[in-house]
């Protein structure tokens, strides 16, 4: 691994939510990019299809653990946009099947999208547990772009 894991568990000794970030990545060997001191983001390249995915930091637990979301869409809401019951209901069956994350709508600057979320406690988490999460959440909100025939995020 490219850090140890007191730099990687460091983010409470003067480390940044993006630099724990960066670091976490790094030891995954993900390259980042920097959207916002809360947000970050992983892209990918799916046989030439792209895909992002959002980090960002949610906030503590009541024991200081800090935890954050992955984030990948699928779809932009438009304002005030609200899915159908059958489309929840579909969405609803297929949470039940994901190893990582579930279906939900997430807000992103100013924008809604529906997508699929996970989280993870920083101070616990691995790189190879960060990369698991980033590209799963990424694959299934692709997966669904796919069948909505578009390739936007």
């Known amino acids: ?5 007191e730099q990687v568990q460091g983010q409470g000794a003067g480390v940044t939510f993006t630099q724990f970030i960066q670091g976490v990545a790094a030891a995954a060997k993900l390259n980042v990019q920097v959207k916002s001191p809360e947000l970050v983001v992983v892209p990918w390249d799916f046989e030439g299809r792209g895909q992002n995915t959002f980090v960002r930091f949610m906030g503590e637990t009541g024991n200081g653990d800090r935890i954050i979301s992955f984030f990948s869409p699928a779809l932009k809401l438009a304002a005030g946009q609200e899915l159908g019951q059958k489309t929840c209901n579909e969405l609803l069956r297929k949470n039940a099947a994901l190893a990582h ?10 924008d809604d999208y529906l997508g699929v979320v996970d989280t993870q406690t920083a101070q616990t988490m691995e790189p190879t547990e960060f990369y698991a999460s980033a590209i799963a959440v990424a694959k299934v909100a692709d997966d669904m772009e796919k069948q909505l025939g578009t390739d936007v995020f």
């Not at 994350?101 to 100013?110: K, N, T």
Request: proline residues 0%; neutral net charge; glycine residues 20%.
């Open 1 to 5: 691994m490219g850090l140890e894991r």
């Open 101 to 110: 994350g579930a279906w939900g709508i997430v807000r992103i600057e100013s």
